[in-house]
C-alpha cells in the first residue's frame, strides 16, 4: 500500500503564494509519476501538475507560469509551489501517486488540503 499526507494549504490573499507537500510512504516504488489535482465546490476534480519518475513536469494551461512543481528523492517528497494565486485556484488540493504492479497502473490519492484565495 501507499500512503499519501498532503500538507501547506491555507487562506492566502489573491496575488500570494502557498508551497504544498505531498510526502509518500509504504510501496513506493516503480514509481510512473506524482502529480497534483484540485476539486472546487461544485466542479469535477481537474488534473494540475505531474512530475514524471525521470524529472520531466507538466501543468495545466490554467496554471502555467505561476505553479512549479518539485520533488525531493530523498524524503519521497513532492511539492506544488503557488504564486500568483487567484480566487479560481480556490478546491481542494490532492495529491496523487500512479505506480506500475506488473502490467496494471494503481493510483493512490492523499486525503487533500484545502486552498482559499481571498479576493
Known amino acids: 500500500q501507499v500512503q499519501l499526507v498532503e500538507s501547506g494549504g491555507g487562506l492566502v490573499q489573491a496575488g500570494g503564494s502557498l508551497r504544498l507537500s505531498c510526502a509518500a510512504s509504504?510501496?513506493?516504488?516503480?514509481?510512473?509519476?506524482m502529480g497534483w489535482y484540485r476539486q472546487a465546490p461544485g466542479k469535477q476534480r481537474e488534473w494540475v501538475a505531474r512530475?514524471?519518475?525521470?524529472?520531466?513536469?507538466n501543468y495545466a494551461d490554467s496554471v502555467k507560469g505561476r505553479f512549479t512543481i518539485s520533488r525531493d528523492n530523498a524524503k519521497n517528497t513532492i511539492y506544488l509551489q503557488m504564486n500568483s494565486l487567484k480566487p479560481e485556484d480556490t478546491a481542494v488540493y490532492y495529491c496523487?501517486?500512479?505506480?506500475?504492479?506488473?502490467?496494471?497502473?494503481?493510483?493512490?490519492w492523499g486525503q487533500g488540503t484545502q486552498v482559499t484565495v481571498s479576493s
Open positions: 512530475i514524471t519518475s525521470v524529472g520531466s513536469t
Open positions: 496523487n501517486l500512479g505506480r506500475q504492479l506488473g502490467a496494471s497502473t494503481l493510483g493512490y
Open positions: 509504504g510501496s513506493i516504488f516503480s514509481i510512473l509519476a
